[in-house]
């Protein structure tokens, strides 16, 4: 008797029905499991999509909403009343106690400078270090806060640091301003190589710089000591 050939076409549905039967068998077993699996994945992220528009977002809503009135009485030169608040409003300290990183990233930076105003430098350190904004100018600008409190803590070289932190993040005019607090810094430091070091380079990077006007001032008083 002649032997049968399957054909390609035969050989390819059997392999077919093959694994549609192994499929089958695989979800006949462990059928349950995934659909758990995809139901409780579906859960979370429906309760993720209700936490951030029923929680999250009104909670953010709030915390600018406080923030409106504390930002007038920074503008206008009133940073206890901006960090303590009224009997209506509250102030920055109790908006970021109240709702921690659901407030806008800004009012650690309205905290910080508002303590830096009233003489609490350690506690504007540690409000301005937990600043983390990606604008470039108000980081360099919380840097440089972070610099003159250390100088009002008479922590020069810590200072100093900061201020070419800030100089180096915001790579613009505004460093020339960063670089003459640093020379100044390393001159109450006693250190005036160093101080005429940032002297000479707002001089020479940042000519046109507003510092740079009077930046002679600083470097002859240091080279005529010598």
Same mark, same amino acid.
């Given at each position: 008797?002649?032997?049968?050939?399957?054909?390609?076409?035969?050989?390819?549905? /059997?392999?077919?029905?093959?694994?549609?039967?192994?499929?089958?068998?695989?979800?006949?077993?462990?059928?349950?499991?995934?659909?758990?699996?995809?139901?409780?994945?579906?859960?979370?992220?429906?309760?993720?999509?209700?936490?951030?528009?029923?929680?999250?977002?009104?909670?953010?809503? /709030?915390?600018?909403?406080?923030?409106?009135?504390?930002?007038?009485?920074?503008?206008?030169?009133?940073?206890?009343?901006?960090?303590?608040?009224?009997?209506?409003?509250?102030?920055?300290?109790?908006?970021?106690?109240?709702?921690?990183?659901?407030?806008?990233?800004?009012?650690?930076?309205?905290?910080?400078?508002?303590?830096?105003?009233?003489?609490?430098?350690?506690?504007?350190?540690?409000?301005?270090?937990?600043?983390?904004?990606?604008?470039?100018?108000?980081?360099?600008?919380?840097?440089?806060?972070?610099?003159?409190?250390?100088?009002?803590?008479?922590?020069?070289?810590?200072?100093?640091?900061?201020?070419?932190?800030?100089?180096?993040?915001?790579?613009?005019?505004?460093?020339?301003?960063?670089?003459?607090?640093?020379?100044?810094?390393?001159?109450?430091?006693?250190?005036?190589?160093?101080?005429?070091?940032?002297?000479?380079?707002?001089?020479? /990077?940042?000519?046109?710089?507003?510092?740079?006007?009077?930046?002679?001032?600083?470097?002859?008083?240091?080279?005529?000591?010598?």
């Amino acid at each position: 008797m002649a032997k049968v050939t399957k054909t390609e076409e035969e050989v390819r549905q /059997q392999n077919m029905a093959e694994a549609v039967s192994k499929t089958e068998e695989f979800f006949k077993k462990y059928g349950n499991i995934i659909y758990g699996c995809i139901i409780a994945v579906l859960l979370i992220a429906l309760a993720i999509l209700a936490y951030n528009r029923f929680i999250l977002q009104p909670k953010k809503q /709030q915390a600018m909403d406080q923030m409106a009135r504390a930002e007038r009485w920074f503008d206008a030169g009133e940073y206890e009343l901006a960090l303590s608040g009224d009997n209506n409003d509250l102030g920055l300290e109790d908006i970021i106690a109240q709702y921690g990183s659901k407030a806008p990233e800004a009012v650690y930076m309205y905290a910080g400078v508002a303590k830096l105003h009233t003489g609490a430098y350690e506690e504007a350190i540690s409000y301005l270090k937990k600043y983390n904004g990606t604008d470039p100018v108000m980081l360099a600008r919380a840097q440089a806060c972070i610099g003159d409190c250390y100088v009002e803590l008479k922590d020069y070289a810590t200072a100093i640091d900061y201020f070419t932190k800030a100089a180096k993040t915001t790579d613009n005019a505004f460093a020339a301003a960063y670089l003459l607090k640093a020379g100044i810094a390393a001159e109450a430091a006693g250190n005036k190589e160093q101080a005429l070091s940032f002297y000479k380079e707002i001089k020479s /990077q940042w000519a046109a710089a507003p510092e740079a006007m009077e930046i002679d001032k600083y470097i002859n008083r240091i080279e005529i000591a010598e």
